[in-house]
T-cell receptor, first 114, second 110 residues
Framework: DGGITQSPKYLFRKEGQNVTLSCEQNLNHDAMYWYRQDPGQGLRLIYYSQIVNDFQKGDIAEGYSVSREKKESFPLTVTSAQKNPTAFYLC?????????????FGPGTRLTVL | GQQVMQIPQYQHVQEGEDFTTYCNSSTTLSNIQWYKQRPGGHPVFLIQLVKSGEVKKQKRLTFQFGEAKKNSSLHITATQTTDVGTYFCAPHTGTYKYIFGTGTRLKVLA
């Protein structure tokens, strides 16, 4: 099966703790993206990566960090500096990060910070 | 920066009625994509529009790109309960990232 996996589906953390969300794809896509979705809202871009060992900040990168050491993996760390981390986090990938790319989304991780 | 607005924010229709959502940008777009997100699910790609005035159809769904490439619409004919979800437009900014619209949440009453 080809696709994007995110784990876990639900995640609970105490305030002040860092937490890392996993995103793996076996579609052989170059580009990967992280979005945040709040209830009843659209998607906001956190970080994106067009190629291994390179990534750029999106519109709301503060309080988040990423790495892209392997083509198939793009983990997102939500740090304690993120003021309102409770949200639905979606990972996506695209073939080459070009204008014509379709984005394929993973099932998402719902993070709740208590 | 570029802003994308979708209207309406919510729409409730009786099954069999038509539905339209509009996507408006403050700047000219290179292309625009549409996605559907079912309740509790993740966005799924529907279609991409590239040319000025382009119209594409997928069964009961009709997508249109404005002549000035600043707006787009999605029209569903004779809605069904399976059409329930949130519809997002995603214009490309010209760099290597997309901006997602605010979404229109569609509810279909049987």
């Amino acid at each position: 099966d080809g696709g994007i996996t995110q784990s876990p589906k639900y995640l609970f953390r105490k305030e002040g703790q860092n937490v890392t969300l996993s995103c793996e794809q076996n579609l052989n896509h170059d580009a990967m993206y992280w979005y945040r979705q709040d209830p009843g809202q659209g998607l906001r871009l956190i970080y994106y990566s067009q190629i291994v060992n390179d990534f750029q900040k999106g519109d709301i990168a503060e309080g988040y960090s990423v790495s892209r050491e392997k083509k198939e993996s793009f983990p997102l760390t939500v740090t304690s500096a993120q003021k309102n981390p409770t949200a639905f986090y979606l990972c996506a990938s695209g073939r080459q990060g070009r204008v014509s790319d379709t984005q394929y989304f993973g099932p998402g991780t719902r993070l709740t910070v208590l | 920066g570029q802003q994308v607005m979708q209207i309406p924010q919510y729409q409730h229709v009786q099954e069999g009625e038509d539905f339209t959502t509009y996507c408006n940008s403050s700047t000219t777009l290179s292309n625009i994509q549409w996605y559907k997100q079912r309740p509790g699910g993740h966005p799924v790609f529907l279609i991409q529009l590239v040319k000025s005035g382009e119209v594409k159809k997928q069964k009961r769904l009709t997508f249109q790109f404005g002549e000035a490439k600043k707006n787009s619409s999605l029209h569903i004919t004779a809605t069904q309960t399976t059409d329930v979800g949130t519809y997002f437009c995603a214009p490309h900014t010209g760099t290597y990232k997309y901006i997602f619209g605010t979404g229109t949440r569609l509810k279909v009453l049987a």
